[in-house]
């Protein structure tokens, strides 16, 4: 007798929940991938200049707000939620100029915004996904998105350079993103925080009585910078990239990727400074720790569990959840969705 669809899916869901070596294997897949794409298109460039722009970059001062003046605001057909709302939600894009349009023709900042209410005196919840958000990821995240408008938020999402709308031309979703050059992942985080910094802003320029945020994996890494520079009343973290460094030197998939690094010219040191230069762990993050909330995977392959509870103890962070999964498979696990929830009902 055949099973049905639907009991096939089940048993498939059970068996990869229950079993840690597929987790792992999932996001190794994943990292191997990324290290296939950073050898297709090796160029390093240049260690000195490297060096250069190391001893020059200001956090604050090079990720200053630029295009405030120029946001541009219109409807937007793209990630409706139009089935699970009345008329009365309104959903926008918010767009300005880009300084990533060297790397991606043609680019600018980009942002999904779900409106139940004007934006003076409202409260809204910042959106940072991570690496690989896509149209096939919004399935999952957008029970996220309306949870926070069921608990009277907002909701503004960020799209990071190199997805969506910004990806390049025939590429995937996140290709370019991280490269084999040093110097324009730093560039490339820099003007990510920038635009972050810039939606603050417009926020607070619009009368937003309260602004929250979530992060995501890389997006959680540029979100929790972005805290030396705008005030969050709470903020979620989901497998939050805490560490560059050790996400990178700590994998053994990355090692012929180092290799090759060490062999044009770049020395250990210098990458892990380049690293640690976008990394939470090596500022000073002014983060309140009763208004942080973490959901990390026990199977993280990427940013490791040891990683985030050396992070959570040292700044004092008790509201943490656990989830038996990996980096790429967190966002099928039911639980996940029902603690956000109830973390969203605490902070009302």
Known sequence: MKL????????LTFFLFSCEYIQK???????????????TEFQPGDPMELMLLLDSLDLEEDTKPLFIEKINIRKRKKWRLNDEFDDTLVEEIITFPS???KYIPGDSARFYTYRISDYKKSKTILWVPGFGVSDKAFYFIKK?????LKHGYNVVVYIPPYHLERKLKNKNDGDGFFSSNM??????????LREIRTINQFLINQGVEEISAWGGSMGASTLLLSTKFNTYNH????????DWREAVFSNKIFNPFIDSLISSGFDSLLI???LGKISPVTYNIPIKPDKIFIQYAKYDQLSSEFVIQKFTQRNNITNVKSYKTSHATILLSRKLYKDYAAFLESTN
């Open 272 to 274: 892990a400074k380049a």
């Open 25 to 39: 294997r999932i996001d190794i897949s994943s990292i191997k991938d990324l290290k296939q794409e950073l050898f």
């Open 99 to 101: 300084l990533l349009s």
């Open 4 to 11: 049905p669809v639907i009991y096939i899916l089940i048993l």
């Open 235 to 242: 903020i979620t973290l989901m497998i939050p990239l805490i």
């Open 183 to 192: 110097q324009k992942n730093l560039i490339i985080n820099f003007e990510e």
């Open 144 to 148: 996220l998105f309306i949870e926070e």
